[in-house]
């Protein structure tokens, strides 16, 4: 249904509907330790701030003592103006609720739940236009009563939530913002009430992570989401995410009115550090971005800068690289020798069904590119590290396969609308709803079906609090999962004790002696580094596979290569030394009823490695693909549930998997 949606209705993001900050007002922050502004009418927040010790603490029996921890960094309630529109009531409050393991109503009226609680949780609405379609929705303000509002008024009253309001809330999608935009610059409406409206959701939300952050027991992070695109709907948005380490925090969001260059935002951001106020900045969904977000030139079509290189890297220093709307670890076409690279591969630019371009737009690529650059011009602007999120607008993370209920609302709430079914109602059989034909069973024509049950933010950090999880994310020890919980560590140095493989004190060892996964490894010469890889499943899912380490390096000639180790196998077996590939352990998945083998796979899988292609000279990075056995696709279980066959031209199993952060070999 986003294919409706046309670049005008994007591009109107480019009007403010405040005026350009290029420097920030004495008077622009929320005391977050109080209340002031928007936060008078909210009770008064008691938060003992106290300094934040400049130095990390690198002892080895205390780094030894990092525990895993899983959140979603990306997360939209009710205040983001297309989750309003999807049918989304739930807060930030129902938000940090349904993290900490309460169930939640779905925009379809069922309830909604996790399999057990999340560690971290991070509200994520956008920035731009915060708030205004739930004003201008509700009766009894002056926003309802204005003409721009007709199409969303009482959109999500009782007797609206439900499908009969699918074309409506489709319209609206497209329709809204710009009928918004022409009432402002008609002066149909007043600039300074919307503005209000925005500030108000904002200083709820900022109050509602407040209120639910429990040090020790459950993180929250104040944030939101900046989003904006090329002028042809290429996606460059990102989520920022306040540390907390400051008593306030921004009066208002800086969105894409303010700018619409990613460069401006980092700006922003370096001005709030100088003021005290620690950020970080989360690009996602890079593979619809039509090869703009790890393009080689900056915004304004400039050769890219040592400058550039570290405005960018002091701000964003990790990646989201799987999420509901599709995985961005690579692309089929740019990984031609991955056996495993046609992974949930949403091909799209967001919000579209126009294609966009793989180079430029996968992870892998612009690692690649980075070293490629920092070898011949001596800076790298994509030295990051990993997470992924789910970017629901439901408020509700989805990231089970057979608890999938997608991401927003009520336009992808059943199979049927998710296209994973024959569509069956004749509602939408015989409207001008976009239906394919496929063996002859008529289904509903979805970017949906290219989306998937994904993802999640992996930590390792010393206790779950804010500042601990933050300080992870800045020195990249994190990993990716596409929703199930596997833990990942990765460590590479020299003269590492290999007999200490199964010893108590191995992560201690590793610590005190080796780098960690997000880190430099500097070379010395005549000397090989060792890699230590050591992946455990989730319990909840299916056993591991195999695990991989993935190379990318300069040759030569200084152009970038990239090559896929299988370097530990399940079932006792070994990587084959020419290949690289570990036997094939006969997992097997029952597609009628989903059951999957159970007794073949590992619980964990750890080893040492040596890459018997490393040149001491050569640059290099390095990082972990850890898979698990196959099971079935949410689609399948759509299909296993609704007692049809799985659609044919659909995946019917995956294999799940997670991602460390890189490891960089600097020659």
Not at 219 to 241: C, K, Q, W
Not at 392 to 417: C, P, R, V, Y
Request: proline share 6%; with cysteine.
């Amino acid at each position: 249904m986003y294919k409706y949606l046309t670049s005008f209705f994007l591009s109107l993001f480019l009007v403010s509907c405040s005026e350009p900050a290029e420097e920030i007002a004495a008077d622009s922050f929320l005391n977050i330790a109080g209340a002031r502004e928007g936060l008078a009418s909210q009770p008064s927040l008691d938060w003992d701030f106290q300094a934040v010790d400049p130095y990390m603490n690198l002892d080895p029996q205390q780094s030894a003592a990092r525990v895993p921890l899983f959140g979603d960094l990306h997360v939209h309630t009710t205040y983001s103006f297309d989750a309003y529109i999807f049918g989304t009531l739930a807060t930030p409050d129902d938000a940090y609720e349904f993290a900490k393991g309460k169930p939640i109503k779905h925009p379809a009226g069922f309830d909604v739940s996790l399999d057990r609680p999340l560690d971290f949780y991070g509200v994520t609405d956008h920035g731009t236009f915060l708030g205004q379609v739930a004003e201008a929705a509700t009766p009894g303000n002056p926003y309802y009563d204005s003409p721009s509002s007709a199409q969303v008024n009482d959109l999500n009253s009782p007797e609206n939530l439900n499908t009969s309001t699918f074309n409506r809330r489709r319209e609206a999608f497209g329709g809204f913002l710009i009928n918004t935009i022409t009432a402002l610059a008609e002066r149909k409406l007043d600039i300074r009430y919307v503005d209000s409206i925005s500030r108000r959701a904002w200083a709820d939300t900022v109050a509602a992570a407040q209120r639910h952050n429990d040090p020790g027991n459950f993180t929250t992070f104040i944030a939101y989401e900046y989003t904006a695109s090329t002028p042809d709907m290429g996606n460059l948005h990102r989520n920022v995410i306040f540390k907390g380490n400051s008593n306030r925090i921004p009066s208002v969001p800086y969105g894409r009115g303010n700018s619409n260059d990613p460069e401006g935002l980092w700006k922003w951001m370096d001005r709030l550090r100088e003021d005290g106020i620690e950020s970080l900045a989360i690009p996602h969904n890079s593979n619809g971005s039509d090869g703009f977000m790890f393009a080689l030139k900056d915004s304004f079509g400039n050769p890219l800068t040592k400058e550039y290189a570290e405005l960018r890297m002091r701000n964003e220093p990790i990646v989201e690289i799987t999420q509901v709307k599709g995985t961005s670890d690579t692309h089929p076409a740019l990984s031609t020798n991955d056996e495993w690279a046609d992974f949930e591969i949403m091909p799209y630019k967001v919000a579209t069904q126009d294609y966009s371009e793989p180079k430029g737009s996968y992870v892998r690529d612009a690692l690649l590119e980075g070293i490629a650059m920092e070898q011949k011009e001596g800076f790298n602007p994509y030295k990051f590290g990993l997470i992924g999120s789910s970017d629901t607008h439901t408020a509700a993370s989805s990231q089970e396969e057979d608890n999938f209920f997608a991401k927003i609302g009520i336009l992808d709430s059943n199979a049927e609308l998710r296209g994973s079914i024959p569509m069956t109602d004749p509602a939408f059989l015989s409207s001008e709803q976009s239906i394919v034909e496929v063996d002859g069973n008529k289904y509903m024509d979805s970017s949906a079906v290219t989306w998937g049950a994904s993802g999640l933010a992996g930590v390792w950090a010393e206790e779950n609090t804010r500042d601990s999880i933050y300080d992870a994310f800045r020195r990249k020890e994190s990993f990716a999962t596409s929703g199930p919980r596997m833990t990942i560590r990765f460590f590479a140095g020299y003269d590492l004790d290999q007999s200490k493989v199964n010893d108590p004190d191995l992560v201690e060892h590793l610590y005190a002696n080796a780098k960690t996964m997000g880190s430099d490894i500097d070379g010395i010469a005549q000397k090989t580094p060792a890699f230590f890889v050591w992946a455990v499943r989730d319990s909840f899912t299916a056993p591991l596979q195999r695990v991989q380490i993935i190379k990318g390096y300069v040759d030569a000639g200084g152009n970038p290569q990239e090559q896929v180790f299988d370097v530990a196998c399940s079932d006792g077996a070994a990587p084959d030394p020419l290949t690289h590939r570990c036997p094939d352990n006969n997992a097997k998945v029952d597609i009628s009823s989903c059951a999957f083998s159970q007794d073949v796979g590992a619980a964990e899988l750890k080893t040492f490695w040596n890459d018997p292609t490393f040149e001491v000279q050569q640059r290099a990075f390095y990082y972990v693909r850890a898979l698990e056995n196959p099971t079935c696709r949410w689609s399948t279980w759509d299909a296993v549930r609704n007692d049809v066959e799985p659609r044919s031209d659909m995946p019917k199993t995956i294999q799940e998997r997670v991602w460390s952060s890189p490891i960089h070999y600097i020659p």
